[in-house]
């Protein structure tokens, strides 16, 4: 999985995203019609310390991101991409 990972991208990126490229071909080579690919943009705080808690940038992207590498119309594969604000009542400014 992580093989076919690495190598169906072609800009260089973390191994985080380079393992959901695997993830979503596994599923896509398993015949999954379906998949599910939040845009995590907000995390809840862990500790009261912590003014916000901001998600990874490549997670709110992710779908984009792989979108541009993977042929989903041509798999016949849809996604589900809703927006995630898992702390957006925690935020101060």
């Given at each position: 999985m992580i093989r076919e990972g690495v190598e169906n991208i072609i800009v260089?990126?973390?191994?985080?995203?380079?393992?959901?490229h695997g993830?979503?071909?596994n599923l896509i080579n398993k015949g999954v019609k379906r998949i599910f690919i939040p845009s995590v943009i907000t995390m809840?705080?862990?500790?009261e310390k912590i003014l916000n808690s901001f998600a990874c940038p490549?997670?709110?992207v992710l779908a984009l991101h792989v979108e541009g590498f993977i042929?989903?119309?041509?798999?016949?594969?849809?996604?589900?991409?809703?927006l995630s604000t898992l702390g957006a009542g925690d935020r101060k400014y």
């Open positions: 260089e990126s973390c191994f985080p995203v380079k393992l959901a993830h979503i071909l809840k705080k862990q500790s490549y997670a709110p042929d989903f119309d041509g798999s016949g594969v849809g996604m589900d991409v809703p």
